[in-house]
């Protein structure tokens, strides 16, 4: 089972820029899909964008054209860069890693975003 830790979250103004790291340890990271979620209260958690070992890349309508994710499989680090914050980003951010050829999920601890001004 792969082990995930977050890093990267902060209070940030509107309009301003995060990058979120996922550093992965524990497994072949290359045999993972990985991705961001997020959690706001009172809301469900909701994918934000997906990476696959080739460089795939699928994002929620509502960060497209604002977050960038990426992957370094050498590293075996995920990012999401966050670029034109909004105070609707505010949420804790989650890391999550889906082995591609059984479908097991981890998940990291979580990460807090706050965008206010």
């Known amino acids: 089972q792969v082990q995930l830790v977050e890093s990267g979250g902060g209070l940030v103004q509107p309009g301003g820029s995060l990058r979120l790291s996922c550093a992965a340890s524990?497994?072949?990271?290359?045999?993972?899909?990985m991705g961001w979620h997020r959690q706001a209260p009172g809301k469900q958690r909701e994918l934000v964008a997906s990476?696959?070992?080739?460089?795939?890349?699928n994002y929620a309508d509502s960060v497209k054209d604002r977050f960038t994710i990426s992957r370094d499989n050498v590293k075996n680090t995920v990012y999401l860069q966050m670029n034109s914050l909004k105070p609707e980003d505010t949420a804790v951010y989650y890391c999550?890693?889906?082995?591609?050829?059984?479908?097991?999920?981890?998940w990291g601890q979580g990460t807090q975003v706050t965008v206010s001004s």
């Open positions: 990476i696959t070992s080739g460089g795939s890349t």
């Open positions: 999550n890693a889906v082995h591609r050829q059984f479908g097991t999920t981890s």
């Open positions: 524990g497994s072949i990271f290359s045999m993972y899909v």
